[in-house]
DNA sequence: TTGAAAGCGCTAACAC
DNA sequence: GTGTTAGCGCTTTCAA
């Protein structure tokens, strides 16, 4: 177990002064104008004894960790699992490596993790927020830490966000229901002011609406984050049978889509003949659904780039910590939606 | 932007040496034997402040980050992100927080991040190892480094490791084909070296030769991690439409089996009638299948937990580096494996 | 019971 | 061109 070799080894092993390895390693000899066969027996003896810097001296002394905290609501879910591994290559790109931990949606998780990395003197911050996470948000900006909302923002604060069009996303969907023919169309969403939910919903409401649906307060399922499988169950019994009135549905989530898809299933309800669906995000499970379902798209590869792209802008300037970016969602129509 | 509060500030505050500061914040002014009411009056302060201890320094005075490195072979599959979720958990119930990063199976991308969370100084590393990656394993070894393979082990070396009883996994799948009476049972398989995939064409092999059933070299099909769509296509073409003559498929990975099923699905072959099907790993995938799917199901939360544990014996007692943890593996029978 | 100070490995201002 | 040195924030030995 031999120990680590540091700049002080090099510098003794050469016989000059760690000042002038550090130089020659971080690729400065022009500024301190190092001789240059100097620089090469610094680089000799460097590769000889194999130096690997120790990251953690380099980020106490210059503030920079090159590390990013990566929050999401739960890495296995395949929505932020893709993102993960999008973002830890776009780190990568820019030298970055990345924590990752998982809120569960529950706002102490959030502070914690929040904390813990803050402790760990993260460079910056991606999170997805939880309900209620404003007042964690607000002292991140006071204490001008750089981060940058992902997947959903925060209501009435300006931050660094990158989210999608989900209002026109959801408008766009419910429409699509609507032109195919079906007249009572539900949406089952998360009971959660986060505004991706809320522009969803109002992207389904603003369709009804321009269609001149009535009943929107009927057909509009919230449903809480825990205990989902049997809350959906629940309100796919009220909904499909009970009152047997709706004739299509929007699911706001994979999460709910899947566990939804799962009761259609059992009830043998017939896609897109009795039901028409539409759901937001994807699934393998979409495609292998007796009646391929029609879902919105998510640029994954758009979301974690620009998370990466805009937060790296923030790190390297204090003020650029307002940008918003918005993605456009595509429809990708299959079979469950009908016609 | 109020700079963070130090030790030093606290100290200055109370009027006090960093020292003390220190002993107290770290509950360890029992044995500093610091003045009880000295050691209030330092923690109100502290908490006045809203002191957060920098973990950069106390890691680079300690040599103890409290950070482990997860590597696997793909954040974004599902199997892994699950993996990721329970070693979160783990880790942080011990006060660690995790970096990860994706080997994408590929050597230098192994070696790189290796090399990444060495020189950022984590504790310890869990590792799904790529093939070849031997050297690199060795490696950590001579250095002294805590580290567990995890999912995967490599031949001829011992290390910790945990893993699912791969072997008796297979061998049990293959049988209950056998048993169900189909005669010509084919493997799709990873082309790789890695004991977890020699472990299952082991199994499989021995409980063909078991029932007396020839040809297995006919029978079993290896693909690389590299284009898989494609030589899934190919190789489902030969076995089920040009040579016609299998009855039966076993899948060794999720991966392999969600790209079969689509082909399969596509080909309108009737399972489990005209072809039994088994898979390793789980997907919500299988419940959505025409036959639901017959898998082995791996003990996630075993192998997440156990490999956080082993890991966590290893930095704390260098000499506890050869644990080898095999978790038994279940088969969840359902409809696609016939009778 | 408390303080001073060294030092973890590195950078960078400054001196020579 | 090259070396000295202070210091990032923290822990811990030793001295008082």
New binding site residues.
């Given amino acids: 177990m031999n120990?680590?070799?540091?700049?002080?080894?090099?510098?003794s092993r050469?016989?000059?002064?760690?000042?002038?390895?550090?130089?020659v390693?971080?690729g400065?000899e022009k500024e301190?104008?190092?001789?240059?066969?100097?620089?090469g027996k610094i680089r000799k003896v460097a590769k000889e004894l194999n130096?690997?810097?120790?990251?953690?001296?380099?980020g106490?002394?210059?503030?920079q960790t090159k590390t990013l905290g990566l929050i999401v609501a739960d890495i296995s879910n395949p929505f932020f699992s893709s993102l993960a591994r999008i973002i830890e290559i776009e780190a990568k790109k820019n030298g970055y490596t990345v924590l990752f931990g998982s809120s569960d949606e529950d706002l102490e998780n959030s502070k914690n993790l929040i904390n813990t990395f803050l402790n760990r003197q993260v460079d910056g911050l991606i999170i997805t927020p939880v309900e209620g996470s404003d007042e964690q948000i607000k002292d991140l900006q006071k204490k001008g830490i750089p981060f940058v909302l992902m997947d959903r923002g925060l209501e009435k604060r300006k931050t660094n966000k990158v989210i999608i069009d989900n209002y026109n996303a959801a408008f766009n969907a419910t429409n699509l229901l609507i032109k195919n023919g079906y007249k009572k169309i539900a949406m089952i969403a998360y009971d959660t002011r986060l505004t991706h939910m809320q522009h969803r919903i109002e992207g389904y409401k603003k369709a009804l609406k321009a269609a001149k649906i009535k009943d929107v307060a009927e057909l509009l399922i919230k449903v809480k984050f825990v205990a989902l499988q049997e809350q959906i169950e629940q309100a796919l019994q009220n909904l499909l049978i009970k009152n047997k009135k709706i004739d299509a549905i929007v699911f706001a989530t994979n999460s709910i889509s899947i566990q939804s898809l799962k009761v259609i299933h059992h009830l043998k309800i017939k896609v897109p003949q009795e039901l028409g669906i539409v759901s937001f995000d994807e699934s393998e499970v979409f495609d292998f659904f007796y009646s391929p379902v029609t879902y919105i798209k998510q640029d994954m590869q758009a979301i974690g780039e620009n998370a990466v792209k805009v937060l790296l802008q923030n790190i390297n300037d204090d003020k650029k910590n307002n940008t918003e970016i918005v993605i456009p969602a595509a429809i990708v129509i299959r079979e469950s939606s009908g016609k």
Same sequence: chains 1, 2.
């Fill in positions: 120990k680590r070799v540091s700049l002080k080894d090099i510098a050469v016989g000059v002064s760690t000042a002038l390895v550090s130089y390693l971080n400065k301190a104008r190092v001789g240059l066969e100097m620089a130096y690997q810097p120790n990251l953690i001296a380099k106490l002394k210059s503030g």
